[in-house]
Each structure stands twice: as C-alpha cells, then as structure tokens.
C-alpha cells in the first residue's frame, strides 16, 4: 500500500514523522527504526495534538495506542 500523504518530520526520540490524511481520518506515524503505522478514525484535533504536544511519543501513547485501530503499512 503505497502512502501519498505528505510526512512531518517531528522531534521525537523514536517516531520519525507523522502525517494526516483528513478525508479519510487516518494518522501515519514512521518510527525511526522504519515501520510506518496507519491509525484509522482519528480526529483531526488528535493529530493538531500530537503535532503541539511537548513529547510526541507520551502523546501518541495517551491519545492514539490503545484507541483507535491500526495497522503496519511498511517494514
């Protein structure tokens, strides 16, 4: 699955960068070892979260893990 959604690279010690397909509300986030994930029903005002949030990674763990559905769509 090819991604076409343009990536932001962030400041985050194990998440490379992220980005947000607002139709479809699905958060992409490549971790620095490589492996993008898609999370599927995301509200886009989550995403404005992670993209503020003092520590990416404490965010993407109270806010997305756990919540909404996911899956690997690169190695």
Not at 27 to 46: D, H, S
Not at 47 to 73: H, I
């Amino acid at each position: 699955m090819a991604m076409k959604v343009p990536m932001i690279t962030i400041n985050s010690s194990n998440a490379d960068s992220v980005g947000y397909d607002k139709t479809k509300k699905e958060l992409f986030v490549k971790f620095r070892g490589g492996a993008t994930y898609r999370y599927t029903k995301v509200p886009e005002i989550v995403f404005k979260s992670l993209l503020e949030a003092e520590s990416f990674g404490q965010m993407l763990n109270e806010r997305v893990k756990g919540r909404y559905e996911y899956e690997k769509v690169t190695k």
